[in-house]
């Protein structure tokens, strides 16, 4: 098990080793992913609809990172800032995951890395 202490917020403990660990946090890095892109798809709709689905998107987003952490790290980490919310071209959950994922020693998935260089080529 590793510690780690994500911006001086909160102290997670992880397996960097455990395919297991890796294997969450590549689905969630894709569940996650997959509501972004939802989210960004609806902009169009009515406002009052944009706001109920970003507010209950930004919940589901931020249930699946804690339950990946088994800890309240979004509230630590985020605040009240919504988590899709882009710092540097890439979501706020995105730049958290990404460093996560860099201390694996499990290799990512093909598909988490598609993900990964779609936001990467974003960045600025």
């Not at 894709?30 to 009052?48: E, F, H, M, P, T």
Request: overall charge positive; proline content about 5%; charged content about 25%.
């Amino acid at each position: 098990m590793k510690t780690f202490d994500i911006n001086e917020k909160i102290v997670v403990s992880i397996d960097p080793d455990s395919a297991e660990f890796a294997g969450r946090v590549f689905d969630t890095l894709s569940a996650v992913d997959k509501k972004q892109r939802r989210l960004i798809r609806a902009k169009g709709i009515a406002s009052a609809d944009y706001y109920d689905l970003s507010k209950s998107t930004e919940r589901s987003m931020r249930q699946q990172i804690d339950t990946l952490f088994n800890a309240p790290v979004c509230e630590a980490v985020f605040g009240a800032d919504p988590i899709f919310a882009l710092s540097g071209g890439c979501p706020l959950w995105f730049n958290l995951l990404e460093g996560i994922i860099h201390t694996l020693s499990v290799p990512p998935t093909t598909e988490c890395r598609r993900i990964m260089k779609r936001y990467a080529a974003k960045r600025r």
